[in-house]
């Protein structure tokens, strides 16, 4: 069965402090996306990865960066933690999309994060 | 980049249908996604078209029509279950299968 592990279902952070959020995808996918998702706002996209070490940035990419140093593996980080960025953070996995794939994204559970 | 529409909520009588409208203008297109969220959990697949028509999954059926960006969910004999929200995402034509969601409709059965 497809899995998308996030490392903590529930963080709180203080203002200014770095902060890691994981996600792990047992599906050998080559896309992995990072969404912030706040009440009236939708699933917002802030950075995705098509390949190991390769990064683009979404729609909300200030304040924050990525690493994908491992297929697998894909991390979310604040660099510099504010108020602002407490929301429920998701993650996705989705196989290469050539031509007409039916592929969807897979989500892991969130990661609601405070920051105070 | 993508621009959808949906509304932002409708209720429903358990046993009813219902349609969930989506509206889309975008600047590559290959193909679209219903997702289903409920509160507190992470968004599951429920349906995908690229090719204009219906395609219809056991109580669960979607539309797409192309040349005027348009889908619909139809949902059928609605349970109390099918409370949630219902969202919207167009794919691109990049490698990574980029997606823009719609803000999501919350749908409320009633008994």
């Given at each position: 069965?497809?899995?998308?592990?996030?490392?903590?279902?529930?963080?709180?952070?203080?203002?200014?402090?770095?902060?890691?959020?994981?996600?792990?995808?047992?599906?050998?996918?080559?896309?992995?996306?990072?969404?912030?998702?706040?009440?009236?706002?939708?699933?917002?996209?802030?950075?995705?990865?098509?390949?190991?070490?390769?990064?683009?940035?979404?729609?909300?990419?200030?304040?924050?960066?990525?690493?994908?140093?491992?297929?697998?593996?894909?991390?979310?980080?604040?660099?510099?933690?504010?108020?602002?960025?407490?929301?429920?953070?998701?993650?996705?996995?989705?196989?290469?999309?050539?031509?007409?794939?039916?592929?969807?994204?897979?989500?892991?559970?969130?990661?609601?994060?405070?920051?105070? | 980049?993508?621009?959808?529409?949906?509304?932002?909520?409708?209720?429903?009588?358990?046993?009813?249908?219902?349609?969930?409208?989506?509206?889309?203008?975008?600047?590559?297109?290959?193909?679209?996604?219903?997702?289903?969220?409920?509160?507190?959990?992470?968004?599951?697949?429920?349906?995908?078209?690229?090719?204009?028509?219906?395609?219809?999954?056991?109580?669960?059926?979607?539309?797409?029509?192309?040349?005027?960006?348009?889908?619909?969910?139809l949902l059928k004999e609605l349970q109390m279950k099918d409370s949630a929200s219902y969202l919207c995402a167009v794919r691109d034509r990049t490698n990574?299968?980029?997606?823009?969601?719609?803000?999501?409709?919350?749908?409320?059965?009633?008994?």
């Amino acid at each position: 069965d497809v899995k998308v592990t996030q490392s903590s279902r529930y963080l709180v952070k203080r203002t200014g402090e770095k902060v890691f959020l994981e996600c792990v995808q047992d599906m050998d996918h080559e896309n992995m996306f990072w969404y912030r998702q706040d009440p009236g706002l939708g699933l917002r996209l802030i950075y995705f990865s098509y390949d190991v070490k390769m990064k683009e940035k979404g729609d909300i990419p200030e304040g924050y960066s990525v690493s994908r140093e491992k297929k697998e593996r894909f991390s979310l980080i604040l660099e510099s933690a504010s108020t602002n960025q407490t929301s429920m953070y998701l993650c996705a996995s989705s196989p290469r999309t050539g031509g007409y794939s039916n592929q969807p994204q897979h989500f892991g559970d969130g990661t609601r994060l405070s920051i105070l | 980049g993508q621009n959808i529409d949906q509304p932002t909520e409708m209720t429903a009588t358990e046993g009813a249908i219902v349609q969930i409208n989506c509206t889309y203008q975008t600047s590559g297109f290959n193909g679209l996604f219903w997702y289903q969220q409920h509160a507190g959990e992470a968004p599951t697949f429920l349906s995908y078209n690229v090719l204009d028509g219906l395609e219809e999954k056991g109580r669960f059926s979607s539309f797409l029509s192309r040349s005027k960006g348009y889908s619909y969910l139809l949902l059928k004999e609605l349970q109390m279950k099918d409370s949630a929200s219902y969202l919207c995402a167009v794919r691109d034509r990049t490698n990574a299968g980029k997606s823009t969601f719609g803000d999501g409709t919350t749908l409320t059965v009633k008994p």
